[in-house]
């Protein structure tokens, strides 16, 4: 009896055990090793990984844009409501108010942009060294998760025009771009970060992830099998010399206008100077960002208009260089052709006085002394080429060359909104005055760079670089290379715009120009040891004090460098826009300036200011 008994009890405690061991191996399975069982209490989330932007660095590999880290805060509602948060601390954290808090939690959620299921972003664009004391205690803090997104940094906080800004994208571009854009991400809106848009986005990826119940991460879903990584934009390396155009906003400071510099053996736009001009940090991603638009817009100088390429200006007699070329081309000049002054050019009632100078023996003087005299003649034998009453002709025949020098019409340099300038032909003049209704002396003040020709900065720095190549120019640009990009999207720019002039035209020219800078209107601008050409622009401005321009290249052979400067009522070419182009030249070629006279022109340059007004409130702070 005794015996059964103890069988019985063993029996039952062997079954118990083997049961205990069954129960423990099976939850060893279930839990550990069966992954179905797992994923049943777990789930899977796309998270997108965000591309880095192309970088954006000078000629010399100088960054100007990089990316800066920024996160935005996310927050799930109703991950929220369930669980029991410190409110305090975590407002401590993110250095909110708790008032803050409630506000951006609790959104309207029959508005179909919210959902109480979903993530929303609760606090955006936390600065990255902010955001790494957050991100350490976030787990305390369950229904709220982080994303991260670059933004945009400017090192030298220099170039906002040309550089451009970015923005979220629309939800009509989303709409329109099938895909390739979501709500929040970021797109060039404006200068190369837009024209290279493509180039510098990058591609998007996913990573699968599987979280539990509590939103922890638990690992890759099916170990990343379906992941898709993130690809970088392109880096573009620009065209600009960092230094130079740093140099030339200095110089600009207190004044309007613009310079351009171009190497013209490329096209690459060295330098491009639009003043006033801002810190592009101020329009960087941020929370500021509204009010500094703003506080742009409402500037009665305007200083987002982009003057380099947009204004449109009488060149004045800067052009005299040009109709000189096409002058020679045409045969109305010779190399050698003299001519005598006699105070101006009177024509009827009609007279465009000159200012007292030396003799001009041929066209080298011409441009040396800048005679009006001599290119309202030369522009009356131009139009009346075909005889005087067929000015039509003429007109248009002179306008022909003038398209050739890229006038008149937008020139397709990479950034948005280059304007065209005008050039005036016969149609226009038809328009004006009626068929048959005007001769060349309606229009004669054209060939002092006058009147109804209008030209931009950039147009005329690429004036500059023709003459400076003896015929033809490289579309201006700034994209030099994208680092690693060898689809040729830039070929475009190494193809030769040739004019209609002969390059042994342009010799005269050349002469004449250099002229101008040992013995004539520009001689105080001459720079030791570089021999520049050049020719000063006085423009006659009827709503105030003239306008100061000035177009040169430097060294006469083998230019490196060609140049326009453009100073808004800085009065006679000599005054400003020479010097400053001169030391533009120098900087560039020498690195820096040096003889003590030099320094004190600089000086002189830098502390000038025609605009006296108090320092605008987006002043650059960086
Ligand atoms: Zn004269």
């Known amino acids: 009896m005794q015996d059964l008994y103890q069988d019985r009890q063993r029996v039952l405690q062997t079954a118990f055990v083997i049961c205990a061991i069954l129960l423990v191996f099976k939850c060893f399975q279930i839990q550990i090793w069966d992954k179905s069982y797992q994923q049943q209490h777990s789930y899977r989330e796309a998270v997108t990984l965000y591309p880095s932007r192309g970088a954006l660095k000078d000629r010399n590999g100088e960054l100007m844009v990089y990316n800066l880290a920024m996160y935005d805060l996310k927050v799930t509602y109703n991950q929220v409501r369930k669980s029991n948060i410190d409110t305090l601390a975590f407002c401590k954290l993110l250095g909110i108010t708790d008032s803050t808090f409630y506000k951006n939690l609790n959104k309207d959620f029959n508005d179909r942009r919210f959902s109480q299921r979903k993530p929303f972003n609760f606090l955006t664009q936390i600065p990255g060294d902010k955001f790494a004391s957050i991100e350490e205690r976030l787990y305390e803090f369950p229904g709220f998760?982080?994303?991260?997104?670059?933004?945009?940094?400017?090192?030298?906080?220099?170039?906002?025009?040309?550089?451009?800004?970015?923005?979220?994208?629309?939800?009509?571009?989303?709409?329109?771009?099938?895909?390739?854009?979501?709500?929040?991400?970021?797109?060039?809106?404006?200068?190369?970060?837009?024209?290279?848009?493509?180039?510098?986005?990058?591609?998007?990826?996913?990573?699968?992830?599987?979280?539990?119940?509590?939103?922890?991460?638990?690992?890759?879903?099916?170990?990343?099998?379906?992941?898709?990584?993130?690809?970088?934009?392109?880096?573009?390396?620009?065209?600009?010399?960092?230094?130079?155009?740093?140099?030339?906003?200095?110089?600009?400071?207190?004044?309007?206008?613009?310079?351009?510099?171009?190497?013209?053996?490329?096209?690459?736009?060295?330098?491009?100077?639009?003043?006033?001009?801002?810190?592009?940090?101020?329009?960087?991603?941020?929370?500021?960002?509204?009010?500094?638009?703003?506080?742009?817009?409402?500037?009665?100088?305007?200083?987002?208009?982009?003057?380099?390429?947009?204004?449109?200006?009488?060149?004045?007699?800067?052009?005299?260089?040009?109709?000189?070329?096409?002058?020679?081309?045409?045969?109305?000049?010779?190399?050698g052709r003299g001519m005598a002054c006699g105070g101006g050019f009177v024509y009827g009632s009609l007279r465009i006085g000159c200012h007292g100078h030396g003799s001009i023996n041929d066209v080298g003087n011409a441009i040396q002394y800048s005679c009006n005299k001599y290119y309202c003649q030369t522009f009356r034998e131009l139009v009346n080429v075909y005889g005087f009453y067929y000015p039509e002709k003429g007109m248009d025949r002179l306008a022909d060359h003038l398209h050739s020098w890229g006038l008149g019409a937008r020139l397709g340099v990479d950034i948005p909104n280059e304007a065209s300038g005008h050039v005036p032909t016969a149609a226009y003049y038809n328009k004006k005055h009626g068929k048959g209704m005007w001769k060349f002396s309606t229009a004669v003040s054209v060939g002092i760079g006058q009147g109804e020709l209008l030209i931009t900065p950039l147009q005329m720095a690429n004036m500059a670089a023709i003459i400076a190549n003896r015929g033809y120019y490289y579309i201006p640009h700034f994209a030099k290379e994208f680092e690693g990009d060898t689809t040729g999207t830039l070929d475009k720019f190494k193809k030769r715009h040739y004019t209609k002039v002969h390059p042994m035209h342009f010799e005269p020219v050349v002469n004449g120009m250099e002229r101008v800078v040992t013995a004539g209107t520009g001689a105080r601008s001459k720079i030791p040891d570089i021999t520049m050409c050049g020719k000063t622009g006085t423009v006659e401005n009827n709503k105030g004090k003239d306008?100061?321009?000035?177009?040169?290249?430097?060294?006469?052979?083998?230019?490196?460098?060609?140049?326009?400067?453009?100073?808004?009522?800085?009065?006679?070419?000599?005054?400003?826009?020479?010097?400053?182009?001169?030391l533009m030249i120098e900087k560039y070629m020498k690195r820096s300036i040096e003889s003590p006279q030099r320094k004190s022109l600089e000086k002189r340059m830098l502390q000038a200011d025609l605009i006296k007004r108090e320092k605008p409130s987006y002043s650059a702070t960086p």
């Open 145 to 335: 998760k982080s994303q991260r997104k670059s933004v945009r940094g400017y090192p030298a906080h220099v170039g906002a025009h040309m550089l451009g800004y970015i923005s979220e994208v629309s939800p009509a571009k989303i709409k329109k771009s099938n895909g390739l854009y979501q709500r929040g991400e970021y797109i060039g809106t404006s200068g190369l970060e837009l024209s290279y848009e493509e180039q510098l986005r990058g591609i998007r990826g996913v990573e699968h992830v599987l979280k539990d119940k509590w939103g922890k991460r638990k690992g890759k879903y099916k170990e990343g099998a379906m992941d898709v990584s993130a690809v970088s934009g392109y880096d573009l390396i620009t065209s600009i010399d960092l230094e130079l155009q740093a140099y030339g906003e200095q110089l600009m400071q207190n004044k309007i206008g613009a310079i351009v510099a171009i190497e013209p053996s490329t096209g690459e736009i060295l330098a491009m100077v639009s003043t006033p001009s801002y810190d592009p940090a101020i329009l960087a991603v941020n929370r500021n960002r509204k009010d500094a638009f703003r506080a742009l817009q409402r500037d009665s100088l305007i200083p987002l208009f982009n003057r380099a390429l947009m204004a449109q200006y009488p060149p004045g007699s800067i052009f005299k260089t040009t109709l000189s070329a096409i002058g020679l081309q045409e045969r109305i000049l010779t190399p």
């Open 547 to 582: 306008h100061s321009t000035f177009i040169a290249f430097a060294p006469k052979d083998n230019p490196k460098i060609a140049i326009a400067v453009y100073v808004e009522n800085g009065g006679y070419g000599s005054t400003y826009a020479a010097p400053i182009s001169s």
